[in-house]
């Protein structure tokens, strides 16, 4: 299929999706957000397919929303189009997604990149939510992902401020995963990706629901989750493979079965 606002490319078990609109520093209109996900659910149907990474250019992973797009829309065209329920899909992936950010990764594109499990970054990417200075706020979840990865204190000020952190801030506040030289990201993050496409993929995306079911639900359910992911992975030939493996003291080799 061709795309006009991103690039798709397989590496193995790896599916690339590189925003594609380098003039305007990958600002993120409608017709990439529908690109971005739509491909993201071919890649998390792919058989061949067991992480996702999603990533930008030398210059800017994305720098927001696309504000000449978006300038004249009103609340009324906003609730006719419901532009954030393609966004919502994003969070239907069950394959591992690993946002890899050069450059800046802005308000959208701060969502963008939030959305994803991992975040490897270059040791000179900013991160930001500039929406106050343009007399708006997030809409993608910034708000509420900020302030829950690192607390109402530091988030609110980030947000009223709209400066963008550095990627050592980020780290710190436990936003990003990794930070390398930026001429090391593509080959961090690809070493990050090819490990994760050795683990048990049925595991993973079991680790993925419960992870996320702690993040918003009380403990009693997130237990129950686990538990009943816990009981489906013994259905799975991955599960002997892994425990007879170990009892052989061999390695083991994951189909995803
Ligand atoms: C549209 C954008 C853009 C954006 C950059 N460009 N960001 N176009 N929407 N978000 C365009 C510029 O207009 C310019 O086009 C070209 O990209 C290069 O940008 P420059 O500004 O010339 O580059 P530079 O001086 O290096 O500054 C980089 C920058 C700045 C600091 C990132 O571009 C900037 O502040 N961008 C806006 C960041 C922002 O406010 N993002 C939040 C958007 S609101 P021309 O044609 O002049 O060369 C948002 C809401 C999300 O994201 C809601 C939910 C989805």
């Known amino acids: 299929m061709s795309h006009q606002t991103i690039l798709v490319e397989k590496k193995g078990n790896i599916g690339i999706i590189q925003l ?14 529908d690109e971005i996900v739509e491909q993201m659910e071919a890649f998390d149907r792919d058989p ?53 950010v050069n450059g800046y990764a802005l308000g959208g594109g701060f969502e963008l990149a939030l959305h994803c499990d991992l975040i490897i970054a270059a040791e000179d990417a900013k991160f930001g939510f500039p929406e106050v200075k343009l007399g708006v ?39 990003v995963n990794r930070i ?8 961090e993050t690809m070493r990050f990706a090819e490990r994760l496409s050795k683990q048990p993929p049925i595991s993973l995306r079991l680790i993925k629901e ?18 009943k992911n816990f009981y489906l992975a013994f259905d799975s030939k991955d599960q002997k493979e892994g425990m007879n493996a170990f009892v052989e003291k061999r390695a083991p080799h994951f189909k995803g079965e």
Do not use: C
Not at 53 to 60: I, W, Y
Not at 81 to 94: E, G, Q
Not at 210 to 227: F, I, T, Y
């Open 180 to 187: 390398v030289h930026p001429k090391l990201v593509e080959e």
């Open 20 to 33: 594609n609109r380098p003039k305007v520093l990958n600002a993120i209109n409608r017709l990439m957000v």
């Open 48 to 100: 061949d397919i067991r992480v996702i990474v999603l990533r930008g250019n030398d210059r800017a992973f994305a720098a927001g929303a696309d504000i000449e797009e978006m300038m004249n829309d009103t609340p009324i065209s906003f609730e006719l189009r419901d532009p954030f329920a393609v966004w919502d899909k994003m969070m239907l992936i069950k394959k591992p997604l690993i946002a890899s």
């Open 137 to 175: 706020l997030p809409g993608a979840g910034g708000t509420q992902y900020l302030t829950k990865l690192m607390g109402r204190t530091k988030a609110i000020e980030w947000l009223w401020l709209g400066e963008p952190m550095t990627a050592q801030e980020a780290a710190h506040y436990g936003i």
């Open 210 to 227: 419960a992870v996320n079911k702690a993040v918003d639900s009380p403990l009693r359910e997130g237990l129950q989750l686990e538990r």
